[in-house]
């Protein structure tokens, strides 16, 4: 089944914990970006990789970093979270219409 | 960066009512479009592609008017399993605009 899948799907975690959340797709999409959304400001792009190794900043990219060492990988880092990125973050891969994750909640306190 | 303009909602509309929604994009050399519907709380999902001759998919109808640079997506006989807000991308790299939500009412 063609998906992308989220890890984890809930965070609760501490201002300045580092953390990961994975992003895998099994479509062989050379296209992976990574969204937030909060309410009243829509989704709005972090980073996004055009292919192995080629990752690019989105409108957002402050306080976050991306790896895409792989093709169906493309991790999102917060080295050193804060309140103001609790949010709600999707994953997405496509060459041309795009496929979403299930989502990852995400909450610094 | 607004590459695409859509008119927030929210669209209230009874059951049965045909609504129409329109998304401006900026980029002429856009390639490819789509419409997406998320419910919420959820992933954005496809929709449907919007092609130069137009797209229908039942009750719904997807259109491009590239000398005005905009897709429209034209719902008929509304449910209120429509209820959502419904998205159009830029081109990649893919800015999403805020989307247009429509809230269908019994």
């Known amino acids: 089944e063609a998906q992308v899948t989220q890890n984890p799907r809930y965070l609760i975690t501490v201002t300045g914990k580092k953390l990961t959340v994975t992003c895998s797709q099994n479509?062989?999409?050379?296209?992976m970006s990574w969204y937030r959304q909060d309410p009243g400001l829509g989704l709005r792009q972090i980073y996004y990789?055009?292919?192995?190794?080629?990752?690019d900043k989105g409108d957002v990219p402050e306080g976050y970093k991306v790896s895409r060492k792989e093709k169906r990988n493309f991790p999102l880092i917060l080295e050193s979270p804060s309140p103001n990125q609790t949010s709600l973050y999707f994953c997405?891969?496509?060459?041309?219409?795009?496929?979403f994750g299930p989502g990852t909640r995400l909450t610094v306190t | 960066r607004k590459e695409v303009e859509q008119d927030p909602g929210p669209f209230n509309v009874p059951e049965g009512a045909t609504v129409a929604f329109n998304c401006t994009y900026s980029?002429?050399?856009?390639?490819?479009f789509f419409w997406y519907r998320q419910d919420c709380r959820k992933e954005p999902k496809l929709l449907m592609s919007?092609?130069?001759s137009g797209n229908e998919d039942g009750r719904f109808t997807a259109q491009l008017n590239r000398a005005s640079q905009y897709i429209s997506l034209l719902i008929r006989d509304s449910k209120l399993s429509d209820s959502a807000t419904y998205l159009c991308?830029?081109?990649?790299?893919?800015?999403f605009g805020k989307g247009t939500r429509l809230s269908v009412i019994a």
């Open positions: 990789s055009m292919n192995v190794e080629v990752t």
């Open positions: 997405a891969s496509g060459n041309y219409e795009q496929y």
């Open positions: 479509m062989n999409h050379e296209y």
């Open positions: 991308p830029g081109n990649t790299p893919l800015v």
């Open positions: 980029n002429s050399a856009s390639q490819s």
């Open positions: 919007v092609y130069s």
